[in-house]
């Protein structure tokens, strides 16, 4: 039998499908890293993003911006995982936001 050691061990997985959303941001919570978008007065008309280490949010320029400078009202646009949780409002994670106006 032989045995070899491996220098490198890639996985092809297949792009995951991204869905865009263009609407106001609700409530924006950097403690908690989520950014909820829709109507501020009903829960259950908005959409939770997840924003993790490898969601980038940039401002309408192009640069870099913590999630802490988005407010409510702001329009964005959001590419995120074309799944969603079955709680209210929904939840599915962010991979972009783009900040449309301020």
Do not use: W
């Not at 702001?74 to 783009?98: C, H, K, N, W």
């Amino acid at each position: 039998m032989f045995q070899f050691h491996s220098y490198r061990i890639m996985a092809f997985l297949p792009a995951p499908s991204v869905s865009i959303l263009t609407d106001r941001v609700a409530y924006a919570d950097s403690a908690n890293q989520f950014l909820n978008m829709g109507d501020p007065s009903n829960i259950g008309d908005q959409t939770r993003f997840v924003i993790s280490n490898m969601t980038q949010i940039l401002d309408h320029k192009g640069n870099a911006i913590p999630l802490s400078s988005l407010r409510p009202g702001q329009m964005v646009r959001v590419e995120y995982g074309d799944f969603q949780s079955p709680m209210i409002p929904p939840q599915t994670p962010a991979y972009l936001i783009q900040l449309l106006s301020d």
